[in-house]
């Protein structure tokens, strides 16, 4: 990974109890994503059709650095501190550098 766009595909699993409160995290942390930092081009919360609980993030950054950066804001860390609070599993994290198309 390197100059290239990076994409992150992060899933998560919450219980009927956690999700609302969870996806108001989620919300929180890509609304000040996109505003705050530059290099976030596009943070989306999903939930899939059929899967009550599970929610996925689908964050598009300039480059890895962008993302390193995200790690460290304040807003960040409020979904971190929640993620834990609520003990929400996380799936899966993927980190993909996009090929096409360019830039």
Do not use: W
Not at 13 to 30: G, Q, V
Not at 49 to 73: K, Q, S, W
Not at 75 to 81: E, L, P, Q
Not at 82 to 89: Q, S
């Amino acid at each position: 990974m390197d100059a290239r766009p990076l994409t992150i595909i992060a899933e998560f699993e919450t219980t009927a109890e956690t999700h609302d409160k969870f996806l108001e995290i989620c919300a929180h942390d890509s609304a000040h994503s996109v505003a705050d930092e530059p290099g976030c081009h596009c943070f989306d919360v999903l939930v899939p059709d059929g899967e009550a609980n599970r929610v996925i993030l689908h964050e598009v950054y300039a480059d890895r650095a962008a993302f390193d950066t995200h790690m460290t804001t304040p807003h960040y860390k409020v979904f971190a501190d929640g993620l834990a609070a609520l003990n929400i599993r996380t799936v899966a994290v993927r980190m993909l550098a996009r090929y096409a198309p360019p830039g």
